[in-house]
């Protein structure tokens, strides 16, 4: 193992917003860098990149827990060789002269509390600098803060895939933000050790001072609680407030049936902090993961609606695809 990790690395780690205690462990992987299938998505990328499995953040409603991307012990997983298989990787692909925007955070969070002492996405940023690829950020954390100087860097100096025709640097270091809403107090319900969207949100100015391409995904939007149109309108008149590049959004998916999977925790905590959407949720779910094609109909049309009202684009600058973005 290079970039001494197991010297950075303490087994049991406390996480910092409420003292909840996680332990990690470190675990070699095969593979680093997954490619998308088929045509660009939501996010962009052409490979989608998780330095970490597991999410000390914790949201009860995070699809990974029960799906089958779930970590399969009860700790937290550095990937050790993460650095030295990137590093391999996108120096390969440099070599024969393919170009890529990397997708970074869509599994676990790049920026949870134990990237504070281990840098490892940090490492990870440089290589992908080094090497000249394109980033698109997606996470809830302030930490994001610290890396400014090697996303600038990448915004300088990458090449850009050859379907993008991008006319300024922009789209080389883009970051998305994530939330369920923008109210503090739903948030503590739900997402209890992520930093709370009020905080999310000032970091969105901040980066968008520094001169970044900064979104926001709007996902999982939560039946009843915030998927009706008055909150939708408050969420995007907040997202609006903060002059947010991008809003893209999706609907609540729920796995597995153990009590550490998604499904069983949202109903759960619906049980004690809303009593009256447990039957209701419970229903549109049934025995499925996904709410039924008619309701994410509907919700795309809402959401589409207030976008426009706001106008705010629901996907990430699809102008500057020779393809359109769904
Ligand atoms: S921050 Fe994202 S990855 Fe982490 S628990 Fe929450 S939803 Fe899951």
Same mark, same amino acid.
């Given at each position: ?27 070699d992987v095969k593979t680093i860098l997954n490619k998308r299938k088929g045509e ?14 597991? +999410? ?5 409603? +995070? ?28 120096? !390969? ?16 969070? +790049? ?12 490492? $990870?940023?440089?290589?992908? !600098? ?19 100087? $090697? ?14 025709? +991008? ?7 883009? $970051? ?35 001169? =970044? ?7 999982? $939007? ?5 998927d009706d149109e008055d909150c939708l309108n408050k969420i995007f008149s907040d ?33 004690? !902090? ?46 500057? =695809? ?5």
């Amino acid at each position: 193992m290079s970039m001494n990790l197991e010297n950075r690395f303490d087994q049991t780690f406390v996480a910092k917003d409420n003292n909840l205690k996680y332990s990690f462990e470190l675990k070699d992987v095969k593979t680093i860098l997954n490619k998308r299938k088929g045509e660009r998505s939501l996010f962009i990328g052409d490979y989608s990149l998780n330095p970490y499995m597991g +999410c000390s953040f914790d949201c009860s409603y +995070c699809y990974v827990n029960g799906s089958k991307y779930a970590n399969k012990t009860s700790s937290l997983i550095v990937k050790s060789n993460a650095y030295e298989l990137v590093k391999a990787q996108l120096k !390969n692909k440099a070599k024969h002269g393919e170009r890529a925007i990397i997708n970074l955070g869509t599994a676990t969070d +790049c920026y949870m509390s134990i990237e504070r002492e281990l840098g490892l996405t940090r490492d $990870i940023l440089k290589i992908i !600098n080094r090497f000249r690829f394109s980033v698109h950020i997606i996470t809830k954390s302030d930490l994001i803060l610290r890396d400014i100087d $090697i996303l600038k860097k990448i915004q300088k100096s990458a090449i850009l895939p050859g379907d993008v025709k +991008c006319e300024d640097n922009t789209i080389k270091s883009i $970051i998305t933000f994530s939330f369920s809403t923008t109210d503090d107090e739903i948030a503590k319900i739900f997402e209890y050790n992520a930093p709370r969207p009020s905080k999310r949100l000032k970091i969105v100015d901040k980066l968008k001072k520094e001169g =970044f391409l900064v979104g926001v995904a709007l996902m999982p $939007i939560l039946p009843f609680i915030s998927d009706d149109e008055d909150c939708l309108n408050k969420i995007f008149s907040d997202f609006k407030k903060h002059d947010v590049d991008h809003v893209l959004h999706g609907s609540l998916t729920l796995f597995g049936d153990k009590n550490t999977h998604s499904k069983v925790r949202y109903l759960n905590l619906l049980k004690e !902090n809303y009593p009256e959407l447990y039957d209701k949720t419970s229903k549109i779910f049934g025995e499925k993961n996904y709410l039924s094609k008619n309701y994410q109909e509907k919700l795309n049309k809402r959401v589409h609606k207030i976008a426009n009202d706001f106008s705010i684009k629901t996907s990430i600058i699809s102008q500057y =695809f020779k393809k359109d973005i769904i």
